[in-house]
């Protein structure tokens, strides 16, 4: 959060590339440590609900993304490049609320914490079939992410070229979307616990393609309800391919949480990069088209292998601490 402090101060008075470059890594740098270890604080605070865990977690990010278009529209662009800097307040007051969490982290960090019935769950999984799972789970999320990252770095451009839209009116619309994706976020979490992760991850990315599909081809009107729709169903496998991976990986929380945020916002990078090239080479409309067949990779959500769920351990009501289970040494 300190990172991500110095980095939005920085951007509000940068008047140099240079200066832009060193500060959007210093936010990005601070995102990057931020996410694994705060997953696992997620999990570790989950109740045997890893899904929702997983899921307000990250709406909390997504929530901020969305907003982004709203301050940028109402804020940035009437009151100038130095009014970021008052977004600093929220991450400083970001540290002092991490400040409590952190001290219930290390007290609860010293209790015992059993992984034999995750174990259990994947014990007829053998090393190579974990890793040709991770690997899918790898190849989705480039999917997932390298389309997401086609609006929410281009969505604005797309408007304006193709409906002729003003800038501010273009923001409202980028809102639109990643507010979809706040709450498809908040969805599949849940619904992964109910239901299965596995069946989240095929649903959401394989059942994004039809609207994608069609999005290049439809009027104002209808891009903004396709937009929502793509933006529901595909931000509910996020949660659920992190959750799915680290039951692959008992005990490897925040290692798994730490490969699966760094992909994303790795894929991101790289794909906003080469998107712009190819638009610059091409047109942003052609870039539309292209990346609408990227959800067909979900078809390979079909190889992953359906895992027994583990059942959460009961919660001990009359007791100030939780004691590590023992039910398999019983047993």
């Not at 997953?39 to 890893?50: D, P, Q």
């Not at 804020?75 to 001290?103: E, H, K, R, Y």
């Not at 770095?153 to 409202?172: C, E, G, K």
């Amino acid at each position: 959060m300190g990172s991500s402090l110095l980095g939005l101060v920085l951007i509000a008075f940068a008047s140099t590339y240079a200066a832009v470059l060193v500060a959007a890594a210093l936010i990005g740098m601070g995102s990057s440590v931020f996410h694994p270890e705060s997953s696992r604080v997620a999990r570790l605070a989950s109740g045997g609900r890893h899904g929702m865990a997983q899921s307000v977690f990250q709406v909390g990010g997504n929530f901020g993304t969305a907003l982004g278009p709203l301050l940028a529209a109402f804020i940035v662009i009437p009151f100038g490049q130095d009014s970021i800097a008052w977004f600093s307040i929220v991450a400083l007051l970001g540290m002092v609320l991490l400040t409590g969490v952190g001290s219930w982290y290390g007290k609860t960090l010293k209790l015992s914490v059993s992984h034999a019935e995750e174990r259990k769950a994947i014990a007829e999984l053998s090393r190579r079939k974990v890793a040709k799972t991770i690997l899918i789970l790898i190849t989705l999320t480039f999917s997932k992410h390298f389309y997401l990252v086609s609006i929410t770095s281009f969505y604005i451009f797309y408007l304006i070229h193709t409906f002729d839209l003003p800038v501010q009116t273009a923001q409202l619309y980028l809102f639109l979307f990643l507010g979809s994706v706040a709450a498809g976020t908040v969805i599949g979490g849940p619904i992964g616990d109910r239901i299965g992760t596995r069946r989240v991850i095929w649903w959401s990315i394989l059942g994004v393609l039809p609207f994608t599909l069609a999005l290049p081809y439809v009027g104002l009107f209808g891009t903004a309800v396709l937009s929502v729709i793509i933006g529901l169903i595909l931000a509910s496998a996020h949660p659920a391919i992190i959750v799915y991976a680290q039951s692959l990986l008992p005990g490897r929380v925040g290692m798994v949480a730490g490969l699966f945020f760094g992909l994303a916002f790795g894929i991101a990078g790289i794909g906003a990069a080469l998107l712009g090239w190819l638009a610059d080479a091409t047109s942003i409309t052609f870039v539309y088209h292209v990346c609408a067949f990227l959800p067909a990779i979900g078809l390979l959500a079909v190889f992953l292998p359906e895992m027994t769920k583990p059942k959460p351990r009961p919660r001990q009501k009359n007791s100030a601490t939780i004691a590590p289970s023992t039910d398999h040494l019983t047993r």
